[in-house]
């Protein structure tokens, strides 16, 4: 096969090195680009080929590699090139794919040390193509490495870059980061990351559906040139929706009877003394209809005789075949949240969520709420054996 190579390697050679490379200015050196050609030949050019050149068909195969999940290919063939050797523009290439393939072994650390490459002092002489990629890799490495502010703050310096599917997912990532940042989190000189933050603040110190939407409203009305104002993440969005068409009943699906009655019994009675306190508090909290579990004849009785009465969400089942019963299904005609788990990768309808009580999921709600307080060191008294 080498051997069928050899007629074409002086065209070859020419247009691809033409494809490979781009210069930003002279000083700065060519920046490699992925050609059409197949990564064997490049690699065959590669060894054929005076060291410059064969650093930038070797950084093009090993980007190639990447951009087809092979990470251990790819790893292999970036280690045959000397970052030391290579001119600023290629020193940043071979540093972001460096970070790009530690990332995708789950090593926010080693990818944030590639990222520290002297040559970076030079990236905004790049093209945007460059600090893009460059840019992203860092604020996922940071909000692996738990420097959620750092993240926000990266994507929001790029955001400005982005446009399309890049734009929004950046836009819903600098949501998701900043949403769970602690109170009182300062944003320095930052003025768009500073909104950002207190968008999420405002949010959060709301008590109810309806102050909260007050406070966004506000907020937007405030800041009207926010890029959040100009584009509400997708979960406020929602929230405005759920505003619009408030929750008026609830169905509370609980057995009555059999061995998980009294758990049953615990969790109606927390729903219904939070129900009174809302009243108390002047809330209009939606009604509760209470149904027995234990005695339905089927779900799709149950679903019926809810519609009838007016019921715009379900809270249970409580027992688990019941669960798996509803999973098993393409529907459900109510929005139904479940107070248990189906089986393990079981998808289920869209209109179910199943969120259950289980003290595993209870320790995992506690270290988060910790993390987002901004707890870093923790200690835990747990009993001998498999349970602690």
Known sequence: ?????????????????????????NNLGQLPRTPQASIEQMLQQAAESKPEQAALLRLSAADQSYQQNDVARATRILEQVDIANLQPAQQIFASTLKAELAMARKQPKSALKALQHPSFERLAELPVEQQIRTQLVRARALEADGQTLAAARERVFIAPLLSGQAAHDNHENIWALVSTLPAQTSAGADSDLAGWLELAQVTKSSATLEQQQAAIDQWVAQNPQHPAAEQLPEALGKLRELASQPLTRIALLLPQEGQLASVARALRDGFLAA??????????????????????????????????????????????????????????????????????????????????????DEAREVARRAWNDGMRRAVALVPRGDWG
């Open 1 to 25: 096969m080498i051997a069928s190579l050899r007629p074409l390697s002086a065209l070859f050679l020419a247009g691809l090195l033409a494809a490979c490379a781009s210069s930003p200015s």
């Open 275 to 360: 129900h009174y306190e809302a009243q108390q508090a002047g809330q209009n909290p939606p009604d509760i209809k209470l149904y027995d579990s234990s005695r339905i004849g089927s779900l799709d009785a149950f679903y019926q005789q809810a519609q009838a009465d007016g019921v715009q969400l379900v809270v249970g089942p409580l027992e688990k075949p019941l669960v798996k019963q509803l999973s098993d299904r393409e529907q459900l005609p109510i929005t139904t949240l479940a107070l248990n788990y189906s089986d393990a990768g079981q998808e289920g309808p869209a209109q179910l969520f199943q969120f259950g009580l289980a003290a595993e």
